[in-house]
């Protein structure tokens, strides 16, 4: 009763009365009103959408004041000192390196540009996940990078609240929440039975409510803590959560949210009925935790593995759950949730509808209060194991993981949090709980090894969870927390949270196991090993880099121990599983073994930081055997992918290889696998090691003195790779030091050196492909010595440079030449390159260095590097080169090569010595003389003595026994002789020992081991088989033994090698040791490298010495290979053939560059004989009659001909370059801020369309069409590449193109296409005039007539009718040239006149396009004609051609003889225009009008060809009324004063003599005659004297007249050129006016550069002057129409304008890019997705932008037209690349700004601030003045109306 009258009356009046019953110190009964409204109000019951209760409640919180006043009182009392800004996906924000703690920190732009980081590590980025600003918050940054609003500010400055103020806030806003969760209640389903749609229309309903919290947030500290208050308080959830008894809806409500609670836990509510009785404990003991984790313990029996699936897939490894519940200490996170508090059910909810955006928002905003922070951490880590199941259910788990990690990385980057959840939430036990209970919903059965019997499972990288990465939110949760010190050492010290952890990796050991496919190819390539390799690095190796970080020093040591211990348990658990014993199953290779890489991580950090012992940490060998089984399978399997043993498998087998060894894997895989084969070579038996190595690898077949071999398990081309990459991987095991004591420093060198050495690398290429510690909590590369110190040390910088031709470099950095001397490294090289052809390129790079420095010319092998010396703990190691197995094998890959075996080669002999050097330098300290013969019983100690490589060299091998195919050529032979028993006995001794193989070897070794390791485990060795080889039945011919007198040692081999490279007999002489220079062994080739391996053996032994110099004391001409068979003719035949060949393709190569280069230079070279000919018809020596072409498609050439004309390449395009030039020198500025603009008012384009407009108000129509040129804005500009072709040649090729299917850059119906001869972009022909070049002579010839007489002539020629042309071939052509002109621009560019499509509107445009020429070749030439001679814009003008195009299309339109402008220029007509006349507008009077344009028009309407007397007589008429004009408009600017003094003074000059040519007179005739009538001179009276404060000279007025005169007199002087063909000559800038007089004949030749030249001189009248001038003058003050100011305006026309030039641009794109990325378009009003800005006039424009589409055009694509007449110049803001639109067509030009390195930064993707590079700024701007964008960009596409 009481509520209703309440709701009745007036909101704002009954808050205030409630605020103030409320304020009594009785307020019960304020209180139970204020209940009874919002009961009424707040009812959960009404639909949502009703927006009453919302305003009800701002009036009450407001207490009865303005809700905007409220607010503001609030804030004043904010005391926060964080920023806490949340911002969502795509916001640009900062992270400086420098300032932050945490790696995550993250600051606004506000705060971050009013903080200081000059000189800092930062960069922009556009957020992913959404973030919040830590600026103030000083456990995530440093203070010192605060931005001044949040350094600490004193809490005193910010008063104390009223308690009154917020009041109603307390008792509303509990109610108010209570609300919004009753809605959220009420509006779930679950989503099984729902549809997305049905969550999303709820939210939306709730917008406005929780919008309206978010307000609340944003009112600063004090209205936090209030919120808080509310969102914490138990007591008012218990009373509220439930509703009243009597409330039905409430009851409902309440039981909704009961059910959906139900399923909160892990482990739900069925499960835990079931689960009761299997309920295993896992106790201290951590082993028998894992055997129930891997589902072997007695808790989960066979029979449960049989469940099916879900979606009935793969029933294997669905196991029921374990439950942990002892280790796991907090059972809170198995159980289903309780809430206590408002926020616990919000966030409840908030994870329910899968993280809404504007929730997790109000969520986050929060964050700034204290106690609200630690509360709801607590609150996001007890709903931790919901959200896993809510995101694995969902659809969009994509958003959703977003959304979540933009939460959680606001709590667990704050250590101090972090470890608080620790100890008091156990938050590592329940990230680890909840990522096992994760991974285990997607284990399938591990085919690994024993496929039935395997009990060991994996993940199923096929699985949506794997593949999507839905794991990452939680994983790298899990990442973050340990990149906390205190909470890592939790972790660590932890053991059976350690056991957890181990049991997670192995779920990852072994998955995505491959297959060799053997025989069909693979039907359809599976792509999860992406997923694979993400998983691997994700969730197993950023862990380990994390842990790592904190096991660096010697305190730490009891942690590493800890996780080898059980690393090497896990490891026997999984050995077990997959039932391994001790030969890998064949044909199956994973490239994923995290265990074995965690052991060797935590091995190498032990030893390398922790100073411990490594046998301490080692296994027994039996144990290391197996340990180095699987590695060495991966590095065997990377050699038989590239030798193409697995190319059934599909491409994607190659993607894992180049994964494997790519710069983010290589060093959490390649490396520890190394390392860890490193430390089981460096401690098992090395023999044993080497035999592995080469049974892995399938050579042992080959290893055999016999030339033929069969090989049971290789083809035979895939045995020379894989023989190269077994040695060559026995070179990186044997020489690779990464882990073996190089420190953080030299590592950091040798991988930027061998990087550099790939090739030449951009700064971020660098910095991406040097693997640091991908744990990205590292910021920095690891080591003392930083990046950029350690790259000035290795490389230098080469700037970015610019070819003229178009290609942009970049800024790149490449070697030192004393690197590449002393710091290529081959080996790393291989060992870090994806692409085989990276090695190619860095032995290619080093090549081209020693020939540049002379060091080596021939063809270099890879250099030898020496080595870092190895750690003492892994001395082992070099017992691998000196073990006699190897030695076997290097002596007889010796042999093999000198006598030409098959599939040997140059890279295995480099590899061989390669092994033999690095055993020399590498020598064994023995002392362990007495182990010797313990060994030599059962070895084949008669190959030879002992294990040492020095002894061994010089050893010599008499007889070796070989079991070879009956075919082969040795059976042939006879036994040695068995004549003398003592030969016998000898032969039979040797046939005792000689037999040497490798799997008999390895075979007994490690049934040694065994037996001494343990004896129980012998019967699980397979039986010693008694012959070594199996032989697979139906193998062609036996194996026989042969014995094979060999009588060499490696040495003779060596020096007989040599011989036999150098093909010379003698090669090295006996005395050649004494006499050699070590300095120079270091680069060269094999010769080089025998030689300096022979030197080194013979320093550090005598006795070696001696036999060198025995050995090469005989030179004994090499012993002809036993079996001199053709074959190995052919293959020395077929070598030296190859090599003259590639000599041959170099010569050949050579000389086509060189022709190409000839070409091109002819082609576009204007000096040539033809092309000149071509462009300038006639030149001033007597010509042939007929110019003669070559066409470019059928190659003849010939004249060109009515029937068959020839036409000249030409690109036609529509240009507004012209009309956007201005007055003022300097470019205009880019406006960025809201008070800069650009006014398009003084363009030359505006003004001209201004006068036009003008003149036609007053004037007749047709007059005016011809007293202007337009094509300023949207003229054709033609240009041409000089190539010519026949037009039917062309027709042709055309319609091949339409008929060719390549996709091409150009559209072939629009007409366009390449030049044929040098690819130019083309879209038309232009027709050349068939050269009657035999009156050329006469029409050159100077003249002697007098003026009048030419006169006459001139006009007689204007009279003469044109002939219409004879229809042929030729004139059809020109017909279709004009139409292709006309089709180039738009309409509304052609039409000006009143009447479009009048003949006088074709006359104006068709004139025009000659004026566009015209003037464009000015500014090409810079404006004026000063330089004279050829220019490059000459090169590509067609002026010639075109004019007689254009000029027989004008000859058509006949001049009406009494509107003929001539007649008015040379002589007094009589003034017939009475008034009847009147109702016809008059003709724009000759002062008005546009001189140049009358020149165009008058050439291009008198016969051709014009002859040169009359054309200087037309110049110089014109030039009289220029010079008129020049006075006219000069004498406007005087004072009226100054007007009266030149009147007077000029006066008296006019009866002289010549009078006529003196500007004085002349000048005081125009000013008297022009103040007559209607005065033009009254308008500016006031503004003059204000304005000129300079007194006008004599000097003064001579330059403004010639300045006035120069465009005209340029234009002619290039209109002759072009026409007549003479030559510009160069002249100073002063002089060019002289000069030009002199050129176009308007002053004698004769004259003297020293003599000052009047301008007034060059006057030639026709009849007197002043009657003329008069005339002129005449007709402006006649107007009577006309306003005196509008006159003036079209009397005043000043022809001079400046270069074209592109918007000026500032020095750094971040002003360009924050005030643009956040503008509004000014069309739409929206903040475009992709904002772009044109570079010619400042527009910003919505780039792609549907809103601002008109008729399907896209507002680019609209502008381009508008501005540029289809080009546009646009910068896009978000990527700081510019983007060309071309009429139908784009491209990416690049950007015109880079970082520091040089470096263009496409999409922002780095986010470092770009500086504008000038010459890059220039280049563009240069392309677009000489309209070459289509020539010199390459990739261009369509873009259909879509920019």
Known sequence: MMAASQLRRDKRATAAHLKADLNRTDNSSGLRQLQELLDAVLNPEKPATDTEALDWCKCLIAGGECFEEFCKTVRSYDNATLCGLVWTANFVAYRCRTCGISPCMSLCAECFNNGDHTGHDFNMFRSQAGGACDCGDSNVMRDSGFCQRHRLRN?????????????????????????????????????????????????????PQISFLEELTKMGGAMRTVLTKILTNQQAFKELSMGQEDNLFAKKNYDKYLSALKNSGLVSVEEKAQGATADVTVGAEGGAGAMVLLGTGPGSPDESSKEEDQDGGQSVGQRKRVKLSSSTKDPCIIESLKHKCFLEELLFWTIKYEFPQKMVTFLLNMLPDQDYKITFTKTFVQHYAFIMKTLMKSHESDTMSNRIVHISVQLFSNEELARHMTEECQLLDIMVTVLLYMMESCLIKSELQDEENSRHVVVNCSEALLKNNTYWPLVSDFINILSHQSVAKKFLEDHSLLMLWMSFVSFFQGMNLNKRELNEHVEFESQTYYAAFAAELEACAQPMWGLLTHCKVKETQEYTKTVVRYCLETLQIWFDAIGFIDEPAPNQVTFHLPLHRYYAMFLSRAVKCQGLDLDSLLPDQEMLMKIMVHPLQIQ??????????????????????????????????????????????????????????????????LLTMASQHQNAVLDSEQERPMLEGALTFLVILTSLRIHLGMTDDEILRAEMVSQLCMNDRTHSALLDLIPENPNPKSGIVPGSCSFEDMLSAVADFKAPVFEPGGSMQQGMYTPKGEVWEKEFDPIMVILRTVYRRDVQSAMDRYSAFLKQYGIHTGNPWPPYKERTPLHSCYKGLIRLLHCKTLHIVIFTLLYKIWMDHQNMSEHVLCMVLYLIELGLDNQVQDNKEDEEPCIEEHCHDSWFPGTNLLSNLHHIINFVRVRVPETAPEIKRETPPSTSSEASSYGQNLREAQVFSLVAERRRKFQEIINRSNSEATQVVRPKSSSTRWVPPGTPPQLVTEILEIRESMLSLLIKLHQKMSSKQNSLSASWLEDMDTSRVAHGDGITAIERILTKAAIRSCQIKRSIQDICGKVSPPVPPKKNSPTDKKAMDKEERRQRARERQKKLLAEFASRQKSFMETAMDVESPETEAAMDLGSSEVMESE?????????????????????????????????????SKEPKNLPTSDEEHIYPVDTCGVAHDVRLTLMQQFFKDSSCLQSVSIGWDGGVYVQTCGHTLHIDCHKSYMESLRNDQVLQGFSVDKGEFTCPLCRQFANSVLPCRPGRGTDGGAWHTPTNKKICVLVKEVEDLQEKLALFPTESNLSKEMELVIKDIKNTTQKKYMDYGKNPGSPDNDFLFMYSVARTNLELELVHRGGNLCSGGASAAAKRSCLNQLFHVLAMHMRLYSIDSAYNPWTKLTQVTQNNESDDFDEERPEVPMLFRDVPSLLIIFVLTMPQPLRKEHFTCVVKMLYNLQFTQALAALSTKFSSEERQAWVTSGALKKNSANSEKCFEALLSHVISELSKDKSVYKVNAEETTMLSSSVWSPQSIEFSLQQFSLPFLRLSCLLQHHLYGENLTGCLEEEEFSSLSVCLGLLPSALQPSNTVHSASCLEWPISAFDLVTQWCTEVTGLSQMHAEQSLTLLVQDPQWVAPRLLKLPDNYNIIFQYYHRKACTACKKVPKDPALCLVCGAFVCLKGVCCKQQGVCECVLHSQHCGAATGIFLLINASVIIIIRGHRFCLWGSVYLDAHGEEDRDLRRGKPLFLCEERYRVLEQQWVSHTFDHINKRWGPHYNGL
């Open 155 to 207: 809490w005193e400055s910010t008063p104390s609240i009223p308690l009154d103020l917020l009041l109603m806030s307390e008792m509303v806003l509990p109610r108010f929440i209570l609300c919004i969760i009753q809605y959220l209640r009420d509006g779930y389903i679950e989503p099984d039975t729902s549809t997305e749609r049905d969550l999303q229309k709820v939210l939306q309903q709730l917008e």
């Open 636 to 701: 065997a399997s990377l050699s038989e992918i590239h030798s193409n043993m697995w190319v059934r498998n599909g491409l994607q087998i190659k993607g894992q290889a180049m994964t494997y060894v790519q710069s983010h894997f290589c060093n959490s895989m390649i490396d520890p696998d190394i390392y860890l084969l490193q430390v089981c070579a460096s401690r098992l038996d090395p023999d044993y090691f080497i035999s592995s190595v080469f049974e892995r690898f399938k050579v042992v077949d």
């Open 1187 to 1223: 110019i003669l072409y070559d066409c470019v498609i059928c190659g003849q050439s010939g004249p060109s001909t009515e029937d068959r004309p020839t036409g000249l390449v030409v690109l036609l395009q529509a240009s507004s370059v012209l009309g956007h030039r201005c007055k």
